[in-house]
């Protein structure tokens, strides 16, 4: 008998791992309008690189569709594991975050004047662009085991403030302003979500003002050029003010309809930096207008807004603020990207989800596309419920 | 608190589609999340309205902007016009010029580059230091002039060793060429690289291989030369570099002259000058076509598009003979006795005497104190105007000075061409000078009586160029206020100025023009002239002239009463110059000639026979000697 106990335990694990039959029909729970339009959005991007490579898959576009194949299985994948999985992942993967975060500023590759990418494996990660998704699971996971009604005691508030904060210092230190605003932009949202009450928002909220002026001590020459620029981009056009001025003169040039595909003279000549990463989005309202910048608009909020129904479709509460940490990054993404190249806001190293050209982001977004399809294949679990802290 | 605040929320979530009465933060989070969603909605909406504003709205203005960064204009450098002689022999051509070029973005190593290339083609300090400096200077795509005018031989080196030279390149421009070098320096000018104020005057000048003319015709009329600059529109990426080109207009070539020199005369008169430092110029007196304008020594013209050497040019600058200097129009010198018909013009004109009025010679002339001697010791005895011209008599000619003042002296001496500017096409014309006492007072001086009776002979303050003795003797013997021109068709248009009628009279009395050229007559052809070795050895031909010596020293009284003055045993700067003008058929004057010849001493023993030979030369060489018709190449004719 004791020599079978372990023997069943096992067969009864295996059998209810079920991975065949259940993992298929999993599979049929994934919401494949929203995969398609994912995939629509990267079909953009993948045309906008084309055009960036000077009407060529090389060097942009072949390489960024191939990470897009595998962003997708990643994301399938993912969208397998139940919460309860997730759930146990949420500790190593934050502290594997902040780790890599150290790293970078001990070793980190040093791009335009700031340390943001670490050697793994040969390739080059952003840590910061994980640090996001790690953070999502992080106080999704962490507040799923509050309780609403516990959610009025500050000092619950305490941990998970922490790690907004421990996070966002060490990406300012990199320093990356624009990632920065964005992981205390998700932290917000999700104290905000997860039931946080109006008086302590308030109370919150009145220092800022002070904060602000104290941050912007702390700038950087760089970026405190980028502010200025920002609000003078004429003062020096080819200087620091160049960015803004030839994206803004791309995306006029570019009218109602467009200069045609491949056409774009301020892309096709170089005159916009960046074209293939931060600036993708000029290049594609340049070659295709107001019609072509607008649909992509519109595609990336029904990205936004299908997450966030999900989020509220969810019937659990740590998959509600997971789907909703999602969609507050994926919003966040494109909020900066697209205020950055219309120059509303200053310049910050803010790819475009999903269009940009690069690895680190796209994976995250993936991974995080992944999570939210797992909050939707599991969006009936009741799993994490109130009540189920003080059972445990 | 909290549970009051919790009933009321339970009841409205009932009304949201998602109740859950076991999850009490669900109400909570579904009206926060829908807020989200709507501040989420209500950003990307402003950022798309942003877009239209960006876009369509101001669309235009971006357009523009985009259209000004993408497109760039750039001149190509037109070939310049070539020059030819009035018989269309090439006097300045436009020569392939064979250069190795260095494109630093080729390469990976600029300075080994460089290094192998010197070692195949010598490259010297000047280069060298030129390169580094061009290299820093210039974008990566712009190439840098390694070496001009290569040889078939330097380029077979270069080629062979091309793979070790990254970056190296061969490329054809043009260059300015003389077929004749020396020979027509002074007159057809040269051409150099333009300098940086010229840059400043005109883009064109900034082209590779753009030339500015720097003296002569090729000065004169380089607007003409130059033509006008093709451009050619390309679209340019960010950093400058051409991606392909949206439209070309050729420019127009410069524009082709036809001198009025002939070369062959030309090169005929040079020979019997030798290496004297001496100026000839011939003119058409009927229209003031310049023939031949010889200025000795000369200099090689091709040296100063490649640069000149210090050596060479410290040779031209401390030569005494002044090879640089067009002596025809940029060299002054007292007209002597030369001047002499130009004041019996002014004299008769003014009526202050006619031809047949005597004077006595009794070989000096008194005013005031000062005595004025005349080149013959003891008189010409009494003299009339043919006489006077004849033996070249001073005193009368101090006398004639006299009564017709200085300014009626200028006025018809610059009526005549001399210390006038003249219309000929050359740069660094000087005006000479023939003096009056209101210039005198103007240098705070008073004009004495002295002063124009020195100038009566040509001496004193008067000043004039072989070109303005030519232009005079031509204005005496046709009468017609001919100005002396080089440029003789542009693009084989012949212009107006061939025909003589184009030309207006003097307004000379032409029995005195008769006279004055009857007394030139007598020095070449009666007994006892002064240039009786000018009389020509053509049977039927008879020419007139004056001869003219000019002192470039006073002479003291002291030495002249010594006896044993002898300017030809001076040192050769202190010298008298030598002169003689002439014309010829004299019965129907087609051409003149004047010679100076700096320091010649004697102008009857030096320069008459040397105008002789050259008024000989012209005779045969016009084509209705030899029956060719103009247009025919000097080789042709002889």
Redo the contacts between chains.
Sequence with gaps: MDSRMPMRRFRKRLLRAEPNFRTLSKLWQVSWLYILLICTLAGVGYIALYSAGGGSARPFAGPQAARFGFGLILTLTVAMLPPKFLVRLAWPLYLFSLALLVVVLQMGHVGKGAERWVMIGGTQVQPSEYAKVALVLMLATWFSRIPYSKMGNPLRLIIPALMVLVPVGLVLKEPNLGTAVIIGGIGASLFFAAGMRLWQIVLLLLPVPFLLKLAYSHLHDYQRARITTFLHPESDPLGAGYNIIQSKIALGSGGMWGQGYLHGTQGQLNFLPEKQTDFIFTTIAEEWGYAGGALVIGLLLLLILGGMVMAIRSRNRFGRLLALGISVNFFLYCLVNLSMVMGAIPVGGVPLPLVSYGGSALINVMLGFGLLMSVWVHRNSRFGEEGDEESA | M?FRG?KKREKLNRLLP?R?Q?????G???R???L??AV??A??GE??R???D???N??D???K???K??TSKRLLAPPRGLISDRFGTILAANKTNWRALLLSEETTDVEGSVERFSQLVPLDEHDRSRIAREIRHKRKFIPVVLREFLSWDDMARIEINSPSLPGVLIDVGTTRSYPFGELLAHTIGYVAPPNEQDVAKSALFALPGMRIGRAGVEQSQDAMLRGQAGSVEM?????GRV?KELDRQDGTPGDELALTLDVGLQQTIQNRIGDLAASSVVMDCRNGEVLAMCSTPSFDPSLFDSGVSRAQWIEWTSDQRTPLIDKTVSGVYPPGSTFKPAVAMAALNAGVISPSDRFFCPGHFDLGGARFHCWAKHGHGSVDLHLALKYSCDVYFYEVAMKVGMDRLAASAHELGLGTELGIELPHQRLGLIPTPEWRQKHKHHWNGGDTVVSGIGQGFVQVTPLQLATYTSRIATGRKVEPHLVRAINGDIGAQVDPQHWPELGMDDRYLRAVREGMFAVVNESHGTAPKARLAIPGVEMAGKTGSAQVRRVSRALRESGHFNSATLPWEFRPHALFICFAPYDSPRYAVSVVIEHGNAGADVAAPLARDIMTDTLLRDPVNHKSAPGQTVADAE
Excluded: C, W
Excluded at chain 2, 22 to 26: A, L, Q, S, Y
């Design positions: 909290r919790r998602v859950d076991k999850d009490p933060g669900k909570v989070f579904t926060r999340a829908l989200i969603m989420q909605t950003a990307l950022l798309g942003r877009l239209y960006l876009q369509v101001n669309g203005h971006f357009a902007l985009a259209d960064n993408r679209e340019v990426n960010s950093v991606m």
